[in-house]
């Protein structure tokens, strides 16, 4: 199971945080990240990262968003937040070969 929290709204520039949390049965290795979701556009895939690992990111968010991990939780730090940056973001967990979805929180970035 994967609860996220944050997200909300944020003026061009500004910052937020998101955070998730994974639960139940969760296996040694494993990859922990996040994907988005705009109105109308296909789900994008924002940053990962291994248990055991250094985060990767999709290029569009290269520089400006900050993925880490303690544990079973993942914190994506996004910064310099534009308003293609709106979507919903879902956490997501693959172990095993299977994929975990959490429910997605909404980012939008406006003035």
């Known amino acids: 199971q994967l609860q996220a929290c944050g997200g909300g709204l944020v003026q061009p520039g500004g910052s937020l945080r998101l955070s998730c949390l994974a639960s139940?049965?969760?296996?040694?290795?494993?990859?922990m990240g996040w994907y988005r979701q705009a109105p109308g556009k296909q789900r994008e895939w924002v940053a990962k990262i291994l248990n055991r690992g250094l985060p990767t990111y999709a290029d569009s968010v290269k520089g400006r968003f900050t993925l880490s991990r303690d544990k079973n939780t993942v914190y994506l730090e996004m910064n310099s937040l534009k308003p293609e940056d709106t979507a919903a973001y879902c956490c997501w967990l693959n172990q095993r070969g299977t994929d975990t979805w959490g429910q997605g929180t909404q980012v939008t970035v406006s003035s």
């Open positions: 139940g049965m969760i296996y040694s290795a494993n990859i």
